[in-house]
């Protein structure tokens, strides 16, 4: 699962909760689900959960646990590796090893992390870290990028 932070999962939270109440509703939940390829039944998503909508704290534990569960891993190095392999394939959509601006552009979008207005351009975002000038990001690149973007 991709790497968060939480000022990402703020405003996925933001953008699920339609009618501004606080709460994202277990529909909510399952469509940000579906998008990132994680797909339960809500009675099984409820069963899950324990309840029907979930405030910001409960939503960033159960995002915690969904990552655990797709990463068990036994060093924190290796953790990290393979969580970074792991979002490496969520956004290299037709699995040829590197990342292009459309695929960023998909991948952001399904997370609610892009819109047209946002005034961001993924073909600006690919060229700051491709270091070897081919238009896209291998997985070394996209490390770099990811491990550059926590600190």
């Known amino acids: 699962m991709c790497p968060l932070k939480t000022s990402d999962l703020q405003r996925i939270f933001r953008e699920l909760d339609k009618n501004g109440d606080g709460f994202v509703s277990l529909e909510e939940l399952n469509w940000l689900l579906e998008r990132i390829h994680v797909h339960y039944s809500l009675k099984e998503l409820e069963s899950l959960v324990g309840k029907r909508s979930l405030d910001f704290t409960e939503f960033l534990l159960f995002w915690d646990s969904i990552s655990n569960i797709n990463g068990k891993h036994e060093k924190e190095d290796s953790d990290e590796e393979?969580?970074?392999?792991?979002?490496?394939?969520?956004?290299?959509?037709?699995?040829?090893?590197?990342?292009?601006?459309?695929?960023?552009?998909?991948?952001?979008?399904?997370?609610?992390?892009?819109?047209?207005?946002?005034?961001?351009?993924?073909?600006?975002?690919?060229?700051?870290?491709?270091?070897?000038?081919?238009?896209?990001?291998?997985?070394e690149e996209f490390k770099n990028m990811m491990l550059h973007t926590e600190s």
């Open 82 to 139: 393979a969580d970074l392999v792991n979002a490496f394939n969520v956004f290299d959509l037709n699995g040829d090893g590197f990342i292009s601006s459309e695929e960023l552009q998909s991948v952001l979008s399904r997370l609610g992390l892009w819109n047209d207005k946002s005034g961001k351009d993924c073909k600006s975002m690919i060229c700051m870290y491709d270091t070897n000038l081919d238009g896209v990001l291998d997985f």
